[in-house]
């Protein structure tokens, strides 16, 4: 069992800049897939940005360039730098935690944190 809680977000201008954390507890953080995804009204839930354990990245396309994974196994807790925001950057995000093993996969999410991007 994984338990994740978010922290960081808020109301931002366009342009403007956020650090989401997500802080993990439960079981062995390291072994784990840590992504980011965001939810806008509406709209299905998608992939933001994700890191494995060696610390590999993937990234939306629509996030190349202004959004940075990241993590530190130490603290257990796995970071979204946010730059250049924009509008439609506006959505609920939320942390999972994925361990794929040969019979089975483990997903974890948080309970997300919104950003909200608006002049």
């Known amino acids: 069992q994984v338990q994740l809680v978010e922290s960081g977000g808020g109301l931002v201008q366009p342009g403007g800049s956020l650090r989401l954390s997500c802080a993990a507890s439960?079981?062995?953080?390291?072994?784990?897939?840590m992504g980011w995804y965001r939810q806008a009204p509406g709209k299905a839930r998608e992939l933001v940005a994700t890191?494995?354990?060696?610390?590999?990245?993937n990234y939306a396309d629509s996030v190349k360039g202004r959004f940075t994974i990241s993590r530190d196994n130490a603290k257990n807790t796995v970071y979204l730098q946010m730059n250049s925001l924009k509008p439609e950057d506006t959505a609920v995000y939320y942390c999972?935690?994925?361990?794929?093993?040969?019979?089975?996969?483990?997903?974890?999410w948080g309970q997300g944190t919104q950003v909200t991007v608006s002049s």
């Open positions: 890191i494995t354990s060696g610390g590999s990245t």
């Open positions: 999972n935690a994925l361990k794929v093993t040969p019979t089975f996969n483990y997903s974890y």
């Open positions: 439960g079981s062995i953080f390291s072994i784990y897939v």
